[in-house]
């Protein structure tokens, strides 16, 4: 029974992880209304850039963490401009379509230059060593995915709800036409959310690295369990993200602990409750 | 109607064509040619979801794999069983398997629909993948066909020709017949419910029924498909499930085009045989596939189909199509 903590700070630790990468995915969908098959990819770029920035090049976990989300911006800024915008007109099929491509591709090239096996990433520092929580000897890494998830989450929300910047990415969802017309450059916007979801999916690379280690088949993985948070959370909504994905976290964590075989069909069963129960998520709204 | 004749004259041609095949191919062009056969019965169905209805679906492999596995684990738990019982019960448990998903996934459109079907069909996936002691797992399950029992005689299948034209005629039959629902009632409603939906809900259509119909039937068409492809490979692996399968499809219904009847099958043949050269060549597969993808919705979203309608009305002065409007025209001119 002493394993039940232990448990419970695993399933923090992964749902901080999956709030990350869901976060991105969930902002760019209700922002934009694009779902984005390739953000799981991008996630992935992140993990293995974190791999040469830390194991080859700086030996610094912070290096990775500064420097990753700033490439995936710039990466998802050039894919919002130069592609997505241009099939923007064929309406949903054509962006799905569009990022579903981009995800095959990104995962290749990835393959392609970092080669098909795993590769290991150490945290760096402090973060490498353990900490005792009520007599519990536990790592400091899993604590701090934890806490930077909530750092994100609140950021995010402060930004959204308080700031000048917020009001205008809400008046741009809400009424982009308008919104223009006021004078604001909400191709530009759209832009700048893009990109900044893509950064936070490389900050959630970087992040995953040293916890899940970095493999070819990462992207899709942690896609389908992206996509089942923000099912279960609710279209777009991020306070169902977060959460849903400590919810999953949790099943996931005990789910292992409990009844191994079952523990990754529990995570769909709980989708298929939720939908049948309330179609929209948790906290979405009824469209 | 001259689009009509010109579909009816497509599939007889290429009908006749199939027949004659053996004769001129070799063994390892009509098996690939089988495998053709079989997927555009699979582009089809698809293809009535995404072109004629508009629901862009990632789980139709859970179907096929669903009809592939049913048919494996039949062959190999009921001693005996007859082909046709085969085909009943794999056609049986996707029609189940439809109006169930269809139910829970149908209350969302677009982007929505299209993730909760790629959920499940991981769900699929992941059963498969664990439920080692029924489908074998990573090993995946292997099996003899059974000989066809035609009443008065028994024909053997295990040579290659024979299942061949088995696979021509039952899959000629199947593909008729949805070409044949699309210019039902029922498949006007679901394209009509593309192009509006409210306005056919006004005109008391019930929708939800509609496409849910519409939903299992295809479904079930993929499921066939999926019997079929066990049949041939005689092996039937997790493969079959993954949201590869569904990726492929969408590929090829997406390289033919989706404005037209028979461009999934065209995309077939050109995804078959492309993926057969590039296999040989690179091991890079998927970048090309993700390429194509890009480069096609970039500049040629109307599909192979769609670029060979563009030329015929150019040199012919006509349009074919079986998009909205025409099909819309019809409805609303009485």
């Known amino acids: ?287 | 109607m001259k689009q009509k004749s010109i579909s009816i004259m497509t599939i007889v041609v290429l009908f006749l064509a199939g027949i004659f095949m053996p004769v001129i191919l070799k063994q390892y062009h009509l098996n690939m040619l089988t495998e053709i056969v079989i997927f555009s019965l699979y582009a089809v169905s698809y293809n009535l979801l995404l072109g004629y209805a508009g629901l862009l679906s990632f789980g139709h492999a859970a179907f096929f794999g669903l009809g592939a596995f049913v048919t494996a684990v039949a062959i190999i738990h009921i001693p005996g069983i007859s082909l046709w019982n085969v085909i009943l019960l794999g056609f049986a448990s996707t029609v189940f398997a439809g109006l169930i998903l269809g139910g829970l996934l149908l209350r969302h459109k677009g982007s929505y629909f299209a993730l909760l079907t790629l959920a499940f069909n991981a769900l699929f996936y992941a059963v498969a993948t664990k439920w080692h002691s029924v489908t074998g797992g990573d090993d995946g399950l292997s099996i003899t066909r059974p000989d066809l029992n035609l009443g008065f005689t028994t024909l053997p299948l295990s040579g290659l020709t024979s299942f061949y034209y088995l696979t021509l005629a039952i899959m000629g039959v199947a593909i008729v017949f949805c070409w044949y629902f699309t210019h039902t009632a029922m498949g006007k409603t679901v394209v009509l419910m593309r192009e509006n939906e409210d306005r056919m809900k006004f005109l008391g259509y019930n929708t939800n029924i509609s496409r849910l119909i519409l939903f299992t039937f295809t479904g079930a068409v993929a499921g066939l498909a999926g019997v079929f492809y066990t049949f041939h490979f005689q092996f039937v692996s997790i493969s079959a499930v993954s949201v590869d399968m569904t990726t492929a499809v969408l590929l090829m219904v997406f390289v033919g085009g989706t404005k037209t009847f028979w461009g999934p099958i065209l995309g077939v043949f050109v995804y078959v045989i492309f993926q057969n050269y590039l296999s040989n060549i690179t091991d890079r597969w998927p970048l090309f596939m993700g390429l194509i993808f890009v480069l096609m919705v970039l500049y040629v979203p109307g599909g192979l189909s769609g670029i060979i309608m563009d030329l015929w009305q150019r040199f012919f002065g006509k349009k074919d199509n079986n998009g909205g409007e025409s099909a819309a025209a019809e409805e609303a001119t009485p």
């Not at chain 1, 890494?141 to 402060?158: H, N």
């Not at chain 1, 959460?243 to 523990?263: C, D, E, M, T, Y």
């Open chain 1, 1 to 287: 029974m002493s394993d039940i903590p232990v448990f419970f700070l695993h399933g923090l630790a992964y749902a901080g992880l999956l709030f990350l990468v869901s976060a991105g995915l969930t902002l760019i969908f209700g922002m934009m209304n694009v779902l984005n098959f390739a953000h799981a990819a991008m996630y992935m770029v992140g993990a293995y850039l974190s791999y040469t920035i830390i194991m080859q090049l700086t030996g610094q976990f912070w290096m990775a963490l500064l420097i990753c989300p700033i490439i995936l911006f710039i990466i998802g800024a050039l894919v919002e401009r130069f592609l997505l915008r241009r099939v923007h007109a064929q309406g949903h099929l054509g962006e799905l379509l569009l990022t579903f491509g981009l995800a095959y591709i990104i995962t290749e090239l990835v393959k392609w230059y970092w080669g098909n096996y795993p590769l290991a990433v150490n945290v760096t520092g402090f973060l490498s060593g353990t900490i005792s929580i009520f007599g519990i000897v536990y790592p400091i890494y899993r604590i701090f995915i934890f806490f930077s998830a909530v750092l994100v989450g609140a950021v995010m929300a402060l930004i959204l709800y308080k700031t000048r910047l917020g009001i205008i990415l809400r008046a741009s969802v809400n009424d982009s036409e308008m919104t223009n017309t006021l004078g604001v450059n909400v191709p530009l916007v759209f832009m700048g959310v893009f990109a900044f979801g893509t950064a936070l999916s490389g900050f959630a690379g970087v992040i995953a690295g040293p916890l899940l280690s970095t493999f070819p088949g990462m992207a899709q993985e942690i896609l389908i369990d992206a996509f089942v948070v923000i099912v279960v959370g609710g279209f777009g909504s991020l306070g169902g993200a977060i959460v849903a994905a400590l919810l999953i976290g949790q099943l996931q964590s005990f789910g292992v602990l409990l009844i191994p075989k079952l523990s990754m069909a529990l995570v769909y069963l709980l989708m298929a409750i939720v939908l049948v129960i309330k179609p929209s998520g948790l906290f979405g709204e009824e469209s």
